[in-house]
């Protein structure tokens, strides 16, 4: 069983950099393509950025919102991702979710939150204008 716990997230302004991070245990993490989705109150949850396995080289997928802006990364050694998030809008406040999923493909298809398995308990960002 997969445990996953996201932290970083906090209250910051427009403009602004944070940094989230997800620890992952359980099971090997190299096995795992990792996602981060975002749910703002009253709206679906969506994948904002995904990796997959080293294995398969690391591909990477990003919604179009964050494109430039956000940067998802793995270090197998340390079972750890991270979402490098810079330039912060208001609109990209939400919980954002750490998710798992044993050797799932990334293609330039959105993820959606069903191909994934695992999930962390969120962090809460919030962008003020």
């Known amino acids: 069983q997969v445990q996953l716990v996201e932290s970083g997230g906090g209250l910051v302004q427009a403009g602004s950099s944070l940094n989230i991070s997800c620890a992952h245990s359980?099971?090997?993490?190299?096995?795992?393509?990792m996602g981060w989705f975002r749910q703002a109150p009253g709206k679906e949850r969506n994948c904002v950025s995904a990796?997959?396995?080293?294995?398969?080289?690391?591909?990477?997928y990003y919604e179009d919102s964050v494109k430039g802006r956000f940067t998802i990364s793995r270090d197998n050694g340390k079972s750890t991702l991270w979402l490098q998030m810079n330039r912060l809008k208001p609109e990209d406040t939400a919980v954002y979710f750490c998710?798992?999923?044993?050797?799932?493909?990334?293609?330039?298809?959105?993820?959606?939150?069903?191909?994934?398995?695992?999930w962390g308990q969120g962090t809460q960002i919030t962008v003020s204008a």
């Open positions: 998710a798992a999923a044993p050797f799932l493909p990334i293609t330039t298809v959105q993820p959606k939150a069903t191909d994934f398995g695992s």
């Open positions: 359980g099971r090997p993490f190299s096995m795992y393509t």
């Open positions: 990796i997959s396995t080293t294995l398969v080289g690391g591909i990477t």
